[in-house]
Structures are given as C-alpha cells and as structure tokens.
C-alpha cells in the first residue's frame, strides 16, 4: 500500500498524505488494541506514533502533517511528501519487528 501511494502519479500530494495518514491509522488500530488508538487526534495521536519509533519525528518533526491530514487547505511540498513517506515506513517496519 505505501509503494502505491509512493508511486501514483494520479495522486497530488495533499491527496497522497490523506492516504499516508489514512494508511498509518489502519496499521496502528490492526497492530493494537482498536481503543487504545482509534480515538485518538491530535498530539495524542503523534504521540502514540513516536512511542513505537527513535525520537519524536511526529510531534516534533515531518509526521506533524498527519495530525491535520483531513483538514489541511495548502497542499505539502514535494519534500514533505517525501520526508514523510520516509517516516511512515519507518514506522511500518517498527511495527513488524514489534509483532515479532
């Protein structure tokens, strides 16, 4: 799934972090116990997403645009986009090697 949004030029980049945003969600409610992440928005929600990975790249850093993925009016930069692809799947293979 993160490969195809990597690679769907169909897909601007405010619609690419809808899906990364949409991506992680389902991954952090399938890899856990659905209420101790469903709920969750905002910096609670970053920092659950730090909490399985090195640092705070999610309350500090790129992973910052997920929290306002749905409400966001100006669209990521390349860059961005690329930044946090990089950054979900870090956290993607976290969550395998934690299922381990």
Same mark, same amino acid.
């Given at each position: 799934?993160?490969?195809?949004?990597?690679?769907?030029? +169909?897909?601007? $980049?405010? +619609?690419? #972090? $809808? %899906?990364?945003?949409? #991506?992680? @969600?389902?991954? =952090?409610?399938? !890899?856990? /116990?659905? $209420?101790?992440? =469903?709920?969750?928005?905002?910096? !609670? *929600?970053? /920092?659950?997403?730090?909490?399985?990975?090195?640092?705070?790249?999610?309350?500090?850093?790129?992973? @910052? #645009?997920?929290?306002? !993925?749905?409400? @966001?009016? $100006?669209?990521?930069? /390349?860059? %961005?986009?690329? %930044?946090?692809? =990089? #950054?979900? /799947?870090? *956290?993607?293979? !976290?969550?395998?090697?934690?299922?381990?």
């Amino acid at each position: 799934m993160l490969l195809q949004i990597k690679q769907d030029k +169909q897909l601007d $980049n405010k +619609q690419k #972090l $809808n %899906e990364l945003s949409i #991506l992680i @969600r389902r991954v =952090a409610i399938s !890899a856990t /116990e659905r $209420n101790e992440c =469903a709920g969750l928005t905002g910096h !609670a *929600w970053l /920092e659950y997403l730090d909490r399985s990975i090195k640092g705070t790249p999610f309350t500090q850093g790129i992973g @910052r #645009l997920l929290s306002d !993925a749905p409400y @966001r009016q $100006n669209m990521p930069t /390349e860059q %961005e986009i690329d %930044e946090l692809t =990089a #950054l979900c /799947e870090s *956290w993607l293979k !976290a969550q395998t090697k934690r299922k381990r």
